[in-house]
């Protein structure tokens, strides 16, 4: 059973950076396409970025293209998000999914597409 967990959520200020990260394990992520989503209060959650499980495709929301960086080691069964020039709309929990299989990945699943879930990390910018 693949269990997700992300790290590196925490307090920035407008205009800094992250990185946030997602562990897996009991499973080898190399095989699962990776998304990363965001839910702030009284939001919907949102897909931010995903990444195929062979790292070759990748996709951004338009709100933070040339912004947000996703990248995956497989050797470390890790999937990174970079975020750059961080805004306070960023302010969110953010959300790693894994879906089995395919050869790339969806920011606009069917619902239980991504099989796997994490618990989520708290990203806040703010002066």
């Known amino acids: 059973q693949l269990q997700l967990v992300e790290s590196g959520g925490g307090l920035v200020q407008p205009g800094g950076s992250l990185r946030v990260s997602c562990a897996a394990s009991?499973?080898?992520?190399?095989?699962?396409?990776i998304g990363w989503f965001r839910q702030a209060p009284g939001k919907e959650r949102e897909g931010v970025s995903c990444?195929?499980?062979?790292?070759?495709?990748?996709e951004y929301a338009d709100s933070v293209k040339g912004r947000f960086t996703i990248s995956r080691d497989n050797a470390k069964n890790t999937v990174y998000l970079e975020m750059n020039s961080l805004k306070p709309e960023d302010t969110a929990v953010y959300y790693c999914?894994?879906?089995?299989?395919?050869?790339?990945?969806?920011?606009?699943?069917?619902?239980?597409?991504?099989?796997?879930w994490g618990q989520g990390t708290q990203v806040t910018v703010s002066p």
């Open positions: 009991g499973s080898t992520l190399e095989y699962y396409a």
């Open positions: 999914a894994a879906h089995l299989g395919g050869t790339g990945c969806l920011l606009y699943p069917p619902q239980r597409w991504y099989e796997y």
């Open positions: 990444i195929s499980s062979t790292g070759g495709g990748t």
